[in-house]
């Protein structure tokens, strides 16, 4: 199970016995990042008895070897505490300016994930040239501007329709900038 929390993103996986087999009495957290492991022991002093393993030639470093039964004390900790309406919004206000490059990977895995809800509607955001964070900043306008167009485009015609001369040269300037941006 992978699992983005505000404390970090985790892989969770049963951990093997001695002779290989999976121990399905034992999970290891993993992680890329050890600060994000430190995170969860901090909130959960549960965890803090169990040493931090690293393993530089893994695909996660970092790992914690817990029992089962700790892992759902934890799962069900995290959820409890759940009071926000936006999770990216929460992780950045938990994780603060040293956390910035994992709100960056919560954005892009959001977008990519988006094709699931909607898999005709491809990920437009492929801008050769601009950071990653630009290229979202272009996503959400160019999502704003449909809104925008799709809620108000009937309006917009019909008073067109009434009067031209009611329309300024910069109504028709954010017309057209909406209507361009809803097509990014």
């Known amino acids: 199970m992978w699992l983005f929390t505000r404390y970090g993103f985790f892989s969770i996986a049963c951990a093997s016995k001695p002779d290989g087999t999976l121990n399905h009495d034992q999970v290891m957290i993993r992680a890329r990042r050890d600060a994000h492991l430190q995170a969860l022991q901090y909130r959960f ?41 936006n999770f990216k919004d929460e992780a950045g206000r938990f994780q603060g300016s040293k956390g910035e490059d994992y709100l960056k990977v919560l954005s892009r895995i959001w977008t990519i994930t988006r094709e699931l809800q909607d898999p005709t509607r491809p990920n437009t955001i492929q801008h050769v040239g601009i950071s990653d964070e630009a290229a979202l900043l272009a996503e959400r306008l160019a999502t704003a501007a449909k809104t925008v167009c799709g809620r108000h485009q009937a309006e917009i015609d019909e008073m067109k329709q009434k009067s031209l001369a009611f329309w300024q040269a910069e109504d028709f300037i954010w017309e057209s900038l909406l209507l361009s941006a809803a097509t990014l």
């Open 45 to 85: 002093p549960q965890l803090r008895e169990y040493k931090s393993l690293v393993f530089d030639n893994r695909d996660y470093r970092y790992r914690l070897i817990i029992p089962k039964d700790v892992w759902i004390d934890v799962l069900t900790g995290i959820a409890r505490e759940q009071e926000w309406s």
